[in-house]
């Protein structure tokens, strides 16, 4: 039952069900087996996975030491960036010879996933939505609250459409461009979808 995500970075497909360690598929042929992506922290999970540029992000972060799990489910951590066709060479935000990093976003909640929109990546937590930029300063990222009242139901709930996204959150469906939100269903509509969603 374990839902997968994941994405392609630079043509090279990197898959993560939450449980395992996340997975790398190079080169893309059906005899190729997968294999552990390089240099991922055995000790670490990820809930879930999102390519952005030539960053990889892990979101909900689970690190097990010494035979005891904490979860970090606030938790952005990212990779230092890919050169063309290959993967992340570093995970460790503790060298500074790296671009690696992570970040804990602040208010209730949990991170749920995330989608780039133009130049930055949108991060949903259950309900707030916060905007990620390249700051070019030694945290690599901001991170600053976008919505407040508007996160994302469950993973995979958003799309971007034409320059917005549209999510699913957990009482309306709307439309964002990163500024301003629209709720997309009247009333009627919105009861019924709420009402009969599994």
């Known amino acids: 039952n374990t839902l997968w995500n994941g994405g392609i970075l630079n043509g090279v497909p990197i898959l993560n069900n939450g449980i395992d360690v996340p997975q790398v598929w190079s080169p893309v042929a059906t005899a190729t087996p997968l294999s552990a992506l390089p240099a991922w922290p055995a000790n670490a999970r990820a809930r879930v996975m999102r390519p952005y540029r030539n960053f990889m992000f892990a979101l909900d972060v689970t690190v097990t030491s010494g035979g005891v799990s904490q979860r970090f489910p606030h938790r952005v951590k990212w990779s230092h960036p890919a050169d063309p066709g290959t993967v992340p060479v570093s995970w460790d935000s503790s060298d500074d010879t790296k671009d690696a990093g992570e970040f804990d976003l602040d208010g209730a909640g949990h991170v749920i996933d995330a989608l780039p929109l133009r130049q930055s990546l949108i991060i949903y937590k259950e309900n707030s939505t916060y905007v990620g930029t390249l700051s070019?300063?030694?945290?690599?990222?901001?991170?600053?609250?976008?919505?407040?009242?508007?996160?994302?139901?469950?993973?995979?709930?958003?799309?971007?459409?034409?320059?917005?996204?549209?999510?699913?959150?957990?009482?309306?469906?709307?439309?964002?461009?990163?500024?301003?939100?629209?709720?997309?269903?009247?009333?009627?509509?919105?009861?019924?979808?709420?009402?009969?969603?599994?």
């Open 136 to 198: 070019g300063n030694g945290l690599v990222f901001a991170f600053q609250q976008l919505f407040s009242n508007s996160g994302m139901l469950s993973a995979d709930c958003a799309v971007e459409i034409d320059g917005s996204h549209v999510v699913l959150t957990s009482n309306d469906v709307i439309r964002h461009d990163g500024a301003s939100i629209v709720s997309v269903l009247d009333k009627s509509t919105r009861r019924w979808v709420f009402k009969n969603i599994d």
